[in-house]
């Protein structure tokens, strides 16, 4: 098979994957009830970003020649090496949902049972499945040999997480106050230890 096509095949499979993971957790917060819900336009904006760089823009390169004159050679270590980085991604993902269960929100939302979660993954980092996400954007800038698809991904999220994770945190010390203020002094953001 063409190294592209399988690109193209290993793309689709993960961003499938990514929703199916998804489903049973969304089905379960919606009986929650929400007490605080902020930025609800600039999160909307927000998500359309991501969505844009994570989805519509690659799956207009899988499947239009649009993007064709940016296109750049390919190696089947490329093709390796991101459909890898994808797994983890999914992997680290359906870890950060059953950690958080029904605290988790597509937008920034506190439910009136909220619990801060501090253990599983959410000891290492704070922003687990935002590390995640990065993951799937670097997954993506390694599987499409393309110089618009390959990095719209990073772009798309790094908008989303740089404009919101300063108000996520505002929003959660203002619910947890110092029980959150201790969390943060021992967990970095994405990366464990570093960043
Ligand atoms: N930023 C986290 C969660 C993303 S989902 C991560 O990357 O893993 C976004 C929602 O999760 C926010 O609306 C907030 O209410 C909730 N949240 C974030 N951190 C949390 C934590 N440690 N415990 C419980 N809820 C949390």
Known sequence: MNLIIAAKIIWAIGVVGWYVIRIPFERKVKREKVVDAR???????????????????????????????????YSAVQLVLGALTFAFSLWLFRRTHEDLGKNWSVTLEIKDSHKLITGGVYRYVRHPMYSAFFLWAVAQLILIPNWIAGPAGVIGFGILYLFRVGREEAMMLDTFGDEYRAYMTRTARIVPGVL
Not at 55 to 68: C, K, M, Q, R, V
Request: charge should be negative; glycine fraction near 6%; include cysteine.
């Open 39 to 73: 930025h609800k336009v600039r999160e909307l904006i927000l998500l359309s970003c991501s969505t844009c760089g994570l989805g519509i823009i690659p799956l207009l390169w899988a499947t239009s020649e649009l993007f064709d004159f940016a296109d750049y050679p």
